[in-house]
């Protein structure tokens, strides 16, 4: 029995990756831990795909359902997209061996809000729940489990899986114990208020629980999660950030805002990550984040006293990142605290602390549709993620790109999105390097304009403007103008020769 | 003073509608009562029509920017959209004379959804609120105010105004006094949980207040609200409802919904007051519903003890539903609950209660995307309404409509839709007469299956799989296949020849 195994009834489940993953058999429907790359399992899935294939080479047909917290890692949904043996998987995905099997249509894919995900399989929308594999730091001498650097979906696995496999990763910090905050919702009828009011309270307990009845292994790892650095901040995003930085001060000043703004949620990636060390220049002190996941710049920013309190499901960190958080962990013990992302993202949490979102996107169009997902209508990249439990129930929602993509080929301001994940309805602001967009109260038409001027690249502008003005003319109706033939031509151009420039 | 008007100050302040509209001047912002034609003023907007008109015939510019709570009726915005004095109006319309202007480009119209309107107004996202014009049913000795036949945004008008006009309408129901339940928002960082947990729970106080200071005119008025009689249930609302009370009965029998389901909500118009009406054949008891109005058939369901309990923001009746509703104003008191339209539609409470949305729609995609606002992606018709903060944050999104229009010249299921209001992430379910497609769980090539297959009318459900058939295998990438050439094409065809079919 190793130190991080303290309870004799686990410890005796004990067992090799390979024995684990026999529990996992064709069809069944696998819960696995694992959120923006962070603590995920790093073992049985590799023991699982070996399985699969020696299934293939024998001729057998061997595929899974598997849900996660959102996005993984090699060793998880690449291993396991490589061998063939995904069927569908849900939801947030970004490994590029898995995105090309959905985009060549091996893989059923489907993209769901991250909020919604625990009370959607609580409720038996996606059928029973065979097996859990979560990843956790330690387990306690009476059962309970220090989660992970994620907690994503895995209370909700170990509450319904008939069969739980748990990894005790050793290499993840020890120090992670007392971080955690797990409060598991019921389904309705059954409902109460949640009681958090603030980004940093704790409502529930620090540890997971599970029946030891039900845990058939337990697997000792001991690997880091395979985060790789972030890009440094570019002028791209330092000129976005700085838009966001003035427009603030703005709110700020006409009262709209409070002066240390509202809690800050962030989406992943290299520009959430540049924007968010961006507004280290607002001047703006005791900021609080309720968000997902907490990457280096959020982390920084935590260090440095500029947020005092950081609520997420994740601890998405560089290695320099992770370095920084071990030697200082009794320090972030008490700024940041890791929830289950159905608490993370959870609707009514979102609106009464009144999030402020900032979320990268694909494309915006003229009139403030958002498309975050897809490459000219039809390729996932990596999906919707969680800018939808902020974007539709937070206070601001702000979407932040880089006004072209590609060296220029490609505008990220067109005239209709060629799939739309955030409606006019919920988009409140857009950035690009170009400036700001603030679309509050305005009509179609208006917020034309004023995405146009403020937002497009100058390379861009007199296409869109002569798009505009001819559908201001001959569009059947003028509410929305619109000339359907040509309103996804530039995504076809794109296809047709690499290029939407005409 | 009459019997209606029972605090002295405010009675001193009786005054005529022209008299009360010269409180109105041009480039003001104004907060009207009115909810699905139901509570909104019935003298004062016709006299602020007059007074536009005198100052267009000066060739003086006269345009006023107007929040209202939702529809209202010709009184309202057909007269003043018939003045050109309308700039700016949000959020649902379905006025004829309005809706033109809009399409006309006159008018600047802000679709939003329902329950965010007060939030944003409170945060100062709209501007200044100069005047608010809020019908009542009367003034109690203290000056508190009983609300009419809705709610809608009249709390956060009356908090915000600098000025403010009451019409008090003897029409309306003396005993609708004791029916409210006001409950007000703070706008965040201080917001607690709001304490509803059953969606007859009164959490406020049964009257709206106001400061009379800022009361400068108070009208006494006596008219109907005027609201058309329901179309009969026809057999093509018989037939989507028995597609929903079979998906229903099969959700109880699996465990995923409690036999008495769970709290509804239902859209406005003909086709959501006849599927209601349809419920009446599942043999549910004890059912609930939290919702934004009460029209004929809910109505008819709680009378005959069907629904136990109705919570909404408005009450919108036919002529022979007030007189029932009248008439039994003392049983209907203890089983509806009249709510601001923050509260009916509020994210956290839809969300904790688990409602089911049940909301019509102008067209879904093969994948599940759904257009309610837009002809061919340019013409509004009336708006998103609440469709939206229920479908986001509800439990079940169901979306209905008949499969056909025109006489069968539209179908309501394209290739793509023209116009996005709620996106593949928000839509559980999709009815038509033909059938139910059940979408969760799905990727977008299984939905373009169960879309086609069980909602499409048999009449264009070769040319939906000839476009499937070919873009699966043309299109560039295939997790959301498509052509885009001929995504659009079918609207540009009933644009150019008054039919989808080819």
């Known amino acids: 029995m190793t130190s991080r195994i303290a309870c004799p009834t686990l410890a005796a489940r004990v067992t090799t990756a390979e024995q684990a993953a026999t529990h996992i058999r064709p069809g069944m429907t696998v819960g696995m831990s694992g959120f923006t790359g962070a603590g995920y399992p790093k073992q049985v ?14 001729g057998e047909r061997f595929g899974i359902r598997m849900l996660t917290g959102a996005s993984t890692a090699p060793e998880l949904d690449g291993v396991l997209a490589r061998t063939g043996g995904i069927d569908f998987r849900l939801p947030y995905q970004s490994d590029p061996e898995l995105r090309e099997r959905i985009n060549r249509g091996q893989i059923d894919y489907m993209d769901i809000h991250l909020g919604h995900v625990a009370q959607y399989a609580r409720s038996g929308f996606f059928g029973r729940i065979d097996v ?10 009476d059962g309970r489990l220090v989660p992970s650097t994620s907690v994503g979906n895995n209370a909700t696995w170990l509450e319904l899986a008939d069969t739980v496999i748990l ?25 109460a208020p949640l009681p ?22 337990v697997v000792e790892t001991r690997g880091p999660d395979r985060l790789s650095a972030f890009a440094p901040p570019d002028e791209t995003s330092q000129r976005i950030a700085g838009h966001l930085v003035e427009f603030f001060r703005h709110e700020v000043a006409r009262g709209r805002l409070p002066t240390n703004l509202l809690p ?34 959020m982390l920084g920013l935590v260090r440095d006293g500029l947020i005092t309190i950081a609520s997420a499901t994740a601890l998405s960190l560089s290695p320099d990142g992770v370095a920084d958080f071990v030697k200082h962990i009794d320090a972030y013990r008490h700024r940041i605290v890791l929830r289950p992302q159905e608490i993370s993202n959870h609707a009514e949490l979102i609106r009464r602390l009144g999030c402020i979102a900032l979320n990268g996107m694909v494309e915006a169009d003229i009139y403030g549709n958002v498309n975050s997902t897809h490459v000219a209508g039809t390729r996932i990249i ?29 505008s990220a301001i067109v005239p209709m999105v060629s799939h739309v994940d955030h409606t006019e309805h919920d988009v409140s602001v857009v950035v690009t390097e ?36 001819r559908a201001w003319v001959h569009s059947k109706a003028l509410h929305t103008p619109h000339l359907l033939p040509e309103a996804l031509s530039w995504h076809q151009r794109f296809l047709d020769t690499g290029s939407m420039r005409a």
Chains 1, 2 share one sequence.
Do not use: W
């Open 45 to 58: 899935p590799q023991a699982l795909a070996a399985r699969i294939g020696a299934a293939h080479e024998r």
């Open 264 to 297: 800050l949620q962030s989406g992943v990636g290299n520009i959430a990550n540049a924007v968010l060390d961006g507004l280290r220049e607002g001047g703006f002190e005791q900021m609080t984040a309720y968000t997902e996941v907490i990457q280096d710049a």
């Open 196 to 217: 958090l009011v603030e980004p940093g309270q704790r409502i529930g307990e620090a540890t997971l629980r599970v029946d030891p009845a039900r845990v058939v292994a």
């Open 382 to 410: 990596n999906g919707i993620g969680g800018s939808g439990d902020f974007a539709r129930n937070g206070h601001l929602a702000c979407f932040l790109t880089p006004s072209t993509a590609k060296g220029g080929a490609i």
């Open 167 to 191: 990894e005790v990763n050793a290499e993840q910090p020890a120090g992670l114990e007392g971080m955690h905050d797990i409060h598991s919702c019921a389904a309705p009828p059954h409902r």
């Open 434 to 469: 170009q400036g700001l967009a603030d679309l509050r109260g305005l009509s179609p038409r208006q917020r034309a304009h004023a995405i146009i001027e403020h937002c497009a690249h100058p390379d861009f502008r007199p296409m869109l403007q002569d798009y505009v003005d």
């Open 132 to 141: 859990a594999v979560v990843e956790v730091t330690a387990i306690l001498p």
